[in-house]
């Protein structure tokens, strides 16, 4: 009986301590910020739309000897990391902790950090608004929990390559270094950050 | 060699966590995580003598409840709503078997879920963030919140603990009685009421400041554990007291520590270390026997 009390303890002790564990690879679970079912729903007929969007834009635009130049691009770009130790914070010698909160203080006091190089790893993600017309790229950063995910925007270089043809796949795990600047778009109050003239690595 | 890899490891831990000390919300972080730490442990001898044990994680989804009202409401300081109302509450929990139809632990039970349940509804119609499940989350299990703590947030939950502890000493003979033995205290013309009225105020404070660290689903944790933990190796109100807030510090901030090095979450982290440390209490009880 004594025997079997121990094992219970033990057996919750796991438990307890396995219940506390990082879940990563929860993907798109911080990047859906719905509260509802309906809500749900339309971003799964929004998401449909615009996988028909860009099967459209890719038989328009397609072409193998850009793509395979892109491809270089990308990976060109992969030593980057190892050589270039100038980056003002690099996030991705943090803890998950750490690079959560300095991603909430940079969105809560954007004014500290404005002209700082950033080096940032976690999942590409693109979504496309439709008041600007415009994409918009980011790299989300799951938290300890992987329930606060947040997104901090990028610009690819100057801005000029082309979506989807030369960016990564949703969810592709990516790093990102650029330069952290704030910004507002035409007849729009709201002050939104990113990271402007960006390298973006994709990880194997 | 191994001894050697091993020391390069820990000065390896070192570096980095020095390196992280510069960030300055990570200073606020050990600071508030330290002052609610020996907040909850003082008061939570008090609470378990008490059988009180439950209502830490009561008032705590009252406090939820409260946050999610005012979120709705838009307020840009949430503590000046959140902690009346949980106080409000906290004193009519304590009041619970005077003169009430729904008695103790069902009153307990009741308001609990109710504001949990309403406090979620309320979010989840009312939204106010991009991201719900990232805010009850957050809220519910700390999370990360302790290093989103902004220098007004540090010097209100500072001079709230100082408050607290300062209380706590000067009412520290009145308090002992009303914990030990209420109809004694009473009988001896004590205004017992007054200071069951101080506790459950005190109480409701250190729930509205520990859910910054732990989470509202955790706080009882934090007010138990350490308090249990002395109880088990020692035996007078002086003692357990001082040995609980030690040990509530200690574990708060080897949690801490090891949660950012680690990358876990904050709270579940701290809670963690508290139950190692009830275990080794019980260890530690059981070998010198129970001493005083």
């Known amino acids: 009986m004594k025997n079997l009390k121990k094992c219970m303890v033990l057996l919750l002790c796991i438990l307890l301590i396995t219940g506390c564990s990082n879940k990563k690879g929860t993907n798109g679970k911080g990047v859906n910020n719905t509260n509802s079912i309906e809500k749900v729903i339309d971003n799964q007929i929004a998401n449909e739309d615009g996988k028909t969007e860009t099967t459209e834009s890719e038989k328009a635009s397609s072409d193998v000897e850009s793509n395979k130049d892109i491809e270089d691009t990308i990976s060109g770009a992969e030593n980057v990391r190892d050589t270039d130790e100038t980056v003002d914070y690099d996030l991705t010698q943090m803890s998950s902790d750490m690079v959560y909160a300095t991603v909430y203080q940079m969105m809560v006091t954007p004014e500290e950090y404005e002209g700082k190089t950033f080096r940032i790893d976690g999942n590409f993600y693109a979504t496309y608004y439709e008041a600007t017309k415009k994409y918009y790229f980011y790299c989300i950063i799951q938290d300890a929990t992987a329930c606060c995910a947040q997104g901090m925007e990028f610009i690819w270089d100057d801005g000029s390559h082309i979506y989807p043809d030369e960016y990564p796949e949703d969810n592709a795990e990516i790093v990102v270094e650029g330069t952290f600047e704030t910004y507002r778009e035409d007849g729009d109050e709201n002050l939104y950050c990113r990271l402007s003239d960006a390298i973006l690595q994709q990880k194997n | ?292």
Do not use: W
């Open chain 2, 1 to 292: 060699m191994e001894h050697g890899k091993s020391m390069k490891e820990g000065v390896l831990l070192i570096d980095k966590l020095i390196f992280y000390f510069q960030y300055p919300f990570v200073r606020y972080a050990l600071i508030v995580g330290v002052l609610i730490a020996l907040c909850s442990s003082l008061l939570g001898v008090t609470l378990v003598l008490k059988r009180f044990s439950f209502i830490g994680d009561g008032l705590s989804h009252v406090a939820f409840g409260a946050m999610a009202v005012a979120s709705v409401l838009n307020f840009t300081n949430n503590m000046i709503f959140i902690l009346p109302v949980t106080v409000i509450c906290a004193v009519l929990l304590l009041r619970t078997g005077q003169n009430t139809k729904i008695k103790g632990d069902a009153a307990v039970a009741m308001i609990s879920v109710g504001a949990l349940a309403i406090g979620y509804l309320l979010m989840n119609l009312f939204s106010t963030g991009p991201n719900l499940s990232g805010d009850v989350c957050s809220t519910l299990f700390g999370s990360t919140s302790i290093l989103t703590l902004t220098k007004g947030q540090v010097v209100l939950c500072s001079v709230l603990s100082v408050i607290v502890v300062a209380i706590f000493i000067i009412f520290y003979q009145k308090i002992f009685c009303v914990t030990f033995d209420e109809t004694f205290a009473k009988a001896t013309g004590m205004k017992t009421d007054f200071y069951n009225l101080l506790i459950a105020v005190i109480t409701a404070v250190i729930i509205v400041l520990a859910m910054n660290l732990v989470g509202s689903l955790l706080i009882s944790a934090l007010v138990i554990f350490p308090a249990l933990s002395a109880m088990r190796v020692y035996k007078t109100f002086f003692s357990v007291t001082i040995c609980s807030v030690v040990l509530s510090v200690l574990c708060a901030v080897i949690g801490i520590l090891l949660s950012i090095l680690a990358g876990t979450p904050v709270g579940s982290t701290i809670v963690a270390i508290d139950i190692v440390a009830f275990m080794i209490s019980c260890a530690v009880g059981k070998v010198a026997g129970g001493r005083a």
